[in-house]
Nanobody
Framework: VQLVESGGGSVQAGGSLRLSCVAS????????VAWFRQRPGQVREGVAA????????YYSDSEKGRFTISQDNAANVVFLQMNSLEPEGTAMYYC????????????????????WGQGTQVTVS
């Protein structure tokens, strides 16, 4: 299984970016997929997740209303649209996919995801 993120870059505060996560060897049809981020010196935190079977989406409180996670099952891609970016959004963003759904309470627990991409850097200035 391989997850490949793309779409990161540098943007000014208030700008937008769309991250993509393409999977190979894994089908986005009924499993959870999430975006995490890690700021320098900090723990990895969940930003958003989607259950690719039901389409149910979950967001961290800090990003709710500004970020949107979506899927294209035909292309096996999960997206993260990030609007109104703030400097605090500067981090390495990782895509993660799981083999089991542990419920909506646990979507942001990194230990519940089995596969990880290499990350894509987002810098907001």
């Amino acid at each position: 299984v391989q997850l490949v993120e793309s779409g990161g870059g540098s943007v000014q505060a208030g700008g937008s970016l769309r991250l993509s996560c393409v999977a190979s060897g894994y089908t986005y049809s009924s499993y959870p997929v999430a975006w995490f981020r890690q700021r320098p010196g900090q723990v990895r935190e969940g930003v958003a997740a989607i259950h690719t079977g039901s389409g149910a989406a979950y967001y961290s409180d800090s990003e709710k209303g500004r970020f949107t996670i979506s899927q294209d099952n035909a292309a096996n891609v999960v997206f993260l649209q990030m609007n109104s970016l703030e400097p605090e959004g500067t981090a390495m963003y990782y895509c993660a996919a799981g083999l089991k759904w542990y419920g909506s309470r646990w979507w942001s627990e990194s230990r519940n995801f089995d596969y990880w991409g290499q990350g894509t850097q987002v810098t907001v200035s």
